[in-house]
């Protein structure tokens, strides 16, 4: 059983759902992503999703997109988004870590050698958001040797025969998208998100997160009703962004993740 496999039966025994912050590795700056990393989870963060930054991010929204710029800014690569995972694993080895970014920086290194860097940097999952599920049969058997989650993104508008075509191949968990467009977009429409995570359920028996729209207690909330766990990412990029110095930006990150863990405990499992 993997990390997060692990981290997502521990919670349900304990009657709980799963706060999952996304930031950028590398944003707003490098020193500051692991002991961002570790503030998260002394604060109520059960597996954190680590960007990489990438110069094409389509399915960000302006703000990650500036967090994307910012961490390319300061150099950061997919070497370098492994090397904070290991940073990380030094003081933590069992909050789960996945990666999300885009594939060409993984097919670059190349597939094998990405997985077997990711492992040696003790990463738990991977979610590339334009691989498509019939594309993935190569990386979910590198993944496989060695553990490893392959997390896939489910959308407002993906047909139900696709959708059942993601979750033959999903492992870890599945991402269901709450809003049409990018992140950080519209409002959320609770009734739709819950019967979407149902429809998905009947395609699988791996958890279900939302993400994309989730800003604050109420938002975590209503989500948390429906989902096994809730994705805060950018109102988390934007709190870090504005905070003016490092340990401005360590109390910005505590005090969202706080306020996203008070809203979905307040849900009974």
């Known amino acids: ?57 389509m399915a960000e929204g302006p703000v990650i997109q500036q967090g994307h710029e910012r961490a390319l800014e300061n150099g950061v690569t997919l070497s370098a988004a492994l090397a904070m995972v290991k940073e990380f694993r030094d003081n933590d080895t069992t909050t789960p870590v996945l990666l999300m970014g885009y594939a060409n920086p993984v097919l670059r290194m190349g597939c094998e050698a990405f997985v077997d860097k990711a492992a040696t940097a003790g990463l738990d999952g991977l979610l590339t958001v334009d691989i498509p599920p019939e594309e993935v049969d190569e990386m979910n058997a590198q993944l496989k040797r060695v553990g490893m989650d392959n997390i896939f993104l489910v959308a407002p508008t993906t047909p139900a025969e696709r959708t059942a075509r993601i979750a033959k191949r999903a492992s870890g968990f599945i991402y269901y998208v709450a809003l049409k467009g990018v992140t950080g977009a519209g409002h ?21 997160a939302v993400g994309f729209g989730i800003k604050n207690a109420d938002s975590a909330r209503s989500i948390a009703t429906a989902a096994d766990g ?40």
Do not use: W
Not at 236 to 264: C, F, H, K, S, Y
């Open 1 to 57: 059983m993997s990390r997060i496999a692990q981290r997502f039966e521990q919670l349900a025994q304990q009657g709980r759902k799963a706060v999952i912050p996304y930031i950028v590795a590398g944003d707003p700056a490098v020193e500051l992503t692991v002991p961002v990393m570790h503030r998260m989870v002394e604060c109520g963060a059960d597996i954190i999703e680590l960007g990489v930054p990438f110069s094409d991010p």
């Open 230 to 269: 809730v994705v805060v990412g950018s109102a988390l990029v934007t709190a870090m962004a504005e905070a003016d110095g490092p340990d401005a930006v360590l109390q910005a990150a505590a005090n969202m993740i706080r306020n996203i863990r008070e809203g979905v405990d307040s849900v009974a499992s």
């Open 188 to 208: 959320l429409d609770t009734n739709e998100v819950t019967q979407r995570v149902a429809q998905i359920r009947q395609y699988s028996d791996l958890p279900v």
